[in-house]
């Protein structure tokens, strides 16, 4: 059944679309990530111009995350304290992300910059992830070897305004998770994605959470920057499609209330190596893209700003 | 009497250029972009007026041009710099139709000359005003076939020879595509009749294309009222991801 966008101006399968949304959903559930460093290049694939692809993925975003942090809630795997402070910092990251985004978008070469962020982050992040829960999994299966429950005493907990994380059993610094914030909040901006594949590390590795309310805390702050992000662009650049947001979203949403109950039944260390390994696999597919010669040397772009 | 006879061939010389003359049919002179909008065939036929007997000499050939809302392009290309492809190299093209698409009934070469075609601006390459691009590359042509090229193979630019068919030098008809990845807005046919590679006749009609029903609500709503429209895109996800949540629950309760 074909479908007419009503702002991206494209007629696509509505099936497909949903299956799409799905897709993504169930990883986005399973790994508490937004799904959308996977969604956007796959909506770039089957056509839908860039623009509209960023800022609608945006807010499907807002539906599945929201979705899967309800199931969260319910078990009370949200550290509500820990997400406040993300999403103050996540709202300025953001505003600061537009802002680079479009003074970048003046000097040109907007989308080199997006897809090397993509490879660099995503290889950084999926690397390191990968080879931490390799030794996690190497060191669980020695027999007798105790897991030593190490919490790193770095500069995280040598910073003023201590608050206390009943949640997630923490007693540091509002100063790193704000920062964690800000960061992922400019990189969501300017890569059009959710940010749970940086936030979700960061908040494993830098702020020392446990990996069980890493992902429900990790969806809660999602939902507030994507919201933000997609009234931004609602009002400046009239790019949210809604047609194709809804045919996403529920897909998406259910897909997300399937992958949630998938990550129940796995341990911690896979969850986390398949993430990475998935991660890796869409580092590579952007990095190939900027090594080999493309089929097609021109591309074809709104006039002005080059 | 002198002065009266220049007059008379004065008057007589514009009779002469209009001995033939387009009447024109379209099947419809409004496409309607609905929610399943796939595309859409537009039916074009017509007869040639004459006041006279056919004219001696090669036979009328006829071209319709179906042609787009107009809008300035940017044309990159890509180049290997310090390992990976960047864009590197511009081509801003002034103006070029959105859409584009030429029926004929014989081959384009034979039918109309070069000049003809730069003058009445018939054929792709001469649709798209590419002024002031030489001077900004040397090899701006280059750019401006490959923008040619993405189009065609996106079916927005399409040369079809030989489609239109002439019965007894006076009826024509032929069918256009569209595709449905249109954009809104005026679309112009043209058509043109040729003898011996020139024009003898041109008309001109305009096809509305227009979103109608939920597609023009909703593009009127986010260009006039965004906030609104971002609001709203907000509310109904943060329904629908409560709704699934809900059914959920219900499911592994029931």
């Not at chain 1, 959308?36 to 807002?62: D, K, S, W, Y």
């Not at chain 1, 931004?232 to 996403?248: F, W």
């Not at chain 1, 597919?285 to 010669?293: E, G, P, R, V």
């Not at chain 2, 927005?156 to 239109?164: A, D, K, R, T, W």
Request: a neutral charge; hydrophobic letters at 50%.
């Amino acid at each position: 059944m074909q479908i007419y966008l009503p702002i991206a101006e494209v007629s696509v399968n509505a099936f497909l679309l949903l299956g799409l949304g799905g897709l993504v959903g169930v990883l986005s559930g399973m790994f508490g990530v937004g799904g959308g460093f996977l969604m956007t290049p796959l909506l770039f694939f089957i056509g839908i111009p860039p623009a509209v692809a960023v800022a609608t993925e945006a807010n499907q975003i807002v539906a599945s995350s929201f979705s899967g942090v309800l199931a969260h809630f319910r078990r009370r795997t949200v550290d509500i304290k820990m997400g406040l402070v993300l999403q103050a910092g996540g709202l300025m990251g953001a505003a600061i992300g537009v802002v680079v985004f479009n003074y970048l978008k003046s000097l040109g070469q907007v989308d080199l910059l997006v897809k090397l962020c993509y490879v660099v982050f995503l290889g950084v992040v999926g690397g390191l992830m990968f080879i931490e829960s390799l030794n996690a999994i190497r060191k669980s299966q020695k027999p007798g070897a105790v897991t030593a429950k190490k919490r790193q005493r770095g500069w995280v907990h040598a910073m003023p305004f201590k608050m206390r994380f009943r949640t997630s059993g923490l007693y540091i610094s509002a100063i790193p998770p704000l920062l964690v914030g800000i960061c992922v909040g400019i990189l969501a901006a300017i890569m059009g994605v959710g940010g749970g594949f940086i936030m979700v590390p960061a908040m494993i590795y830098i702020l020392g959470m446990p990996t069980k309310v890493v992902v429900g805390t990790s969806l809660f702050q999602i939902i507030t920057v994507t919201a933000f992000t997609t009234m931004l662009h609602a009002t400046t650049n009239y790019t949210v499609d809604i047609v194709l947001a809804v045919l996403l979203l529920v897909g998406g949403v259910i897909g997300a209330q399937i992958g949630t109950r998938i990550g129940v039944y796995l341990k911690a260390e896979q969850l986390r190596i398949l993430l990475a390994l998935m991660v890796i696999a869409v580092c590579g597919k952007l990095a190939l893209d900027l090594l080999l010669m493309p089929t097609e040397l021109y591309s074809l772009g709104d006039s002005g700003g080059h | 009497m002198w002065r009266f006879l220049t007059l008379l061939l004065c008057l007589a010389l514009p009779a002469q250029a209009a001995q033939e003359e387009v009447v024109l049919a379209l099947s419809k002179d409004q496409v309607s972009i609905t929610t399943d909008f796939d595309g859409s065939e537009i039916l074009i036929f017509g007869a040639i007026k004459r006041e006279s007997s056919i004219p001696e000499g090669p036979p009328i050939e006829v071209i319709v041009a179906l042609s787009g809302p107009d809008s300035p392009v940017t044309v990159r290309r890509k180049e290997k710099q310090l390992g990976i492809w960047v864009n590197a190299d511009a081509v801003d093209i002034a103006s070029a139709p959105e859409f584009y698409a030429v029926a004929t009934s014989g081959p384009m070469n034979e039918i109309l000359t070069d000049e003809e075609d730069l003058r009445h601006r018939v054929s792709v390459e001469r649709a798209i005003l590419s002024i002031g691009a030489a001077e900004q590359l040397e090899d701006a042509q280059e750019f401006i076939k490959a923008a040619i090229r993405i189009r065609e193979n996106n079916d927005q630019y399409s040369l079809n020879e030989g489609i239109v068919q002439v019965d007894e030098q006076t009826l024509f008809r032929t069918e256009i595509k569209m595709p449905p990845n249109l954009t809104e807005g005026n679309y112009t046919a043209r058509i043109l009749l040729t003898r011996g590679g020139h024009v003898v006749a041109q008309h001109d009609a305009v096809i509305d294309v227009r979103k109608v029903g939920l597609e023009r609500f909703l593009y009127n709503l986010s260009r006039q009222q965004p906030f609104v429209y971002g609001l709203m895109s907000l509310a109904i996800a943060i329904f629908a991801g409560w709704s699934a949540s809900a059914v959920f629950r219900l499911i592994k309760n029931g």
